[in-house]
């Protein structure tokens, strides 16, 4: 059996990371959303071969069991005892280590998927939680819709649909280690954005509040070793855009744009500084079917 279906970014609305466990694990707070900027993935059983095969047109991905989507699956064929050749190919557009969740939207797909092709029954709840032994994006991604996700990412509270609202993202040519980036929150004083604020703005559907209340603990670790952080952020508020951040541990940031034509003229200006920008709507609030 065969399937093709995309896998959305994620964006980071809102991030705060109110402590750091005892174990070093962080507890999250966050608001995260969907965007139509997504993978393909073609998912398909075989009988040719017992093993996980996974291709990619995208030389940055590993192809093996350090690849997520391969993770996912063995984790679902493994828990669900299914014997059964699989092979897996990943049409990427999702830029890599981006903040963007690319791997793990990419696990969240696999199990979406894998529940359908064997018609397990298992609620998103239940492949979640599956997900969780990946990545703590993968919790979120499996819903891929608005939520507050919060725990280690594992506690996924689905929110209302974002009013109409467009994003235009820069990623810049630098690469950021999220683990590097993690490791430095217990040392670090960070602030704390208004995550109540922004949870108010998305109840009462009210833009302005949202646009003025996105947020980012995690920006300050980033921006210290990186100040194209900051540059792009400046750039985007002077080009037009109502708000701006970094999403997760970076180094893609994005600007909030209330109208398409805004929003284009922000990415046109953006386009002569910053070769990667993409310019996008958040994921209709349904899961991600091709
Ligand atoms: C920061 C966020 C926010 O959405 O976005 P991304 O930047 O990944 O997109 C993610 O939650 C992030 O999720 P994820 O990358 O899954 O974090 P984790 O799995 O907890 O940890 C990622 C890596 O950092 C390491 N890690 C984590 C916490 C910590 N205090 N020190 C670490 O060294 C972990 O061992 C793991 O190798
Ligand atoms: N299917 C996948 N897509 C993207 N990255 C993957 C995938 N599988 C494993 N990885 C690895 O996971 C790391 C995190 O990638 P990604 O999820 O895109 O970043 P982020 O967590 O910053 O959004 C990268 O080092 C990448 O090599």
């Known amino acids: 059996m065969k399937r093709i279906v995309r896998a959305p970014a994620k964006l980071n609305l809102g991030l705060d990371a109110p402590f750091v466990h005892p174990d070093g694990s962080i507890e999250w707070r966050m608001v995260m959303t969907s965007i139509g900027l997504s993978d393909h993935l073609q998912i398909e059983t075989t009988n040719r071969h017992s093993k996980i095969r996974i291709f990619s047109d995208s030389s940055f991905l590993p192809n093996d069991k350090r690849n997520l989507a391969y993770q996912a699956a063995h984790l679902f064929l493994t828990k669900m005892n299914i014997q059964t050749g699989l092979e897996i190919s990943i049409k990427k557009n999702i830029p890599v280590a981006a903040g963007l969740g690319g791997g793990s939207t990419d696990a969240a ?92 703005g998305i109840e009462d559907s009210d833009y302005d509040r949202i646009a003025a209340n996105i947020g980012n603990s995690l920006e300050c670790i980033t921006s210290a070793s990186h100040p194209q952080i900051d540059t792009l952020k400046s750039r985007l508020i002077e080009y037009g855009a109502d708000g701006s951040q970094m999403s997760g541990s970076g180094p893609t940031v994005f600007g909030i744009c209330r109208t398409e034509s805004r929003a284009h003229r922000v990415y046109n200006s953006l386009s002569g500084f910053c070769h990667e920008t993409y310019i996008t709507q958040p994921e209709c609030d349904t899961h991600p079917a091709f």
């Open 109 to 200: 797909a696999v199990l979406r998927t894998l529940n359908e092709i064997f018609e397990t029954g298992l609620s998103f709840d239940e492949l979640a939680q599956i997900g969780a032994q990946v990545d703590s994006d993968v919790p979120y991604c499996v819903f891929s819709r608005t939520a507050l996700v919060s725990g280690r990412g594992e506690i996924v509270t689905p929110l209302k649909k974002l009013p109409k609202m467009w994003f235009v993202l820069a990623k810049p040519n630098i690469s950021v280690s999220t683990p590097r980036i993690l490791k430095q929150v217990a040392t670090t004083p960070v602030s704390h954005p208004p995550i109540d604020e922004l949870l108010a």
